[in-house]
Every structure is written in structure tokens, then in C-alpha cells.
């Protein structure tokens, strides 16, 4: 009877660490270039090159400037809605945020699309990239 109240705990906070791990953490799109930092839980993330307040993530890379998520709404245990504004301030996005087993998928949500940068010119990314955890 012990062994297995013993097993139960220990599933129990196997589970809760992984749920706390699974909001955090650095995810990369090797064919865009982008890289994507985030923590949804609390916003103590630094963005390098920028001096700025801590934020929930950032995106950088291929993209036009520096992406900063300033927003978080929890959907369910395996997503999230952030809002993500670019480090200008004159473009704002919706960023549908969808944690799979390998990392995690980024659907942009709206109207305004966010570019990357490819043979030197503005293209726009694809509605859904997918990132790999690092």
C-alpha cells in the first residue's frame, strides 16, 4: 500500500514539473532562422541588444526588428494567445501558440502579418511556423 501511494506522488510531481516547464523555454525554426524565447508564466525575460523591462519572450532572428510579447492569455494546457509587438512599436500582432511534443507551433492571428528577411527584402512569414526546442 505504501509503494503505491509512494508511485502516485511521484507521477503526481512528474506531471506538475513538466507543466510548469512546458510555458518556459527556447525554441528555434532552423529554415527561417528565428528564434523565439519565452516564459508565460512570468515576465522576467531580458531582451538582448535592447534596454528595456523584462518581457514574457521575444522572437529575433529573420524578422523585421525584434518581436517582444507583452501579453499573455492562457487557452488550455497545451496553448496560449500572447501579443507580440515589434521592438518599434508601430506593428502589433496576435500569436496563437500551440505546444506539440518536439517544441511548439506559432499561428499568427489577424490581419497584419509579421515579415522575415530573405535575399534582402521584406517577405511575409508563413501564417504557421513550426519551432523545435532547444
Known sequence: MKKMIFACLMMLCGITAFAQDMWKGSFFNKELMIRMRINLEKSDIPVPGLELENCYGYIQGNVNGSWLILKVKKL???GAVVRAMCDRGDVAQD?????????????????????GIADRKYVKLPKVVSFVKE
Open 76 to 78: 488550455d494546457d497545451k
Open 95 to 115: 500569436l496563437e501558440l500551440k505546444f506539440t511534443n518536439d517544441g511548439l507551433e506559432m499561428k499568427q492571428v489577424g490581419g497584419t502579418n509579421m515579415k
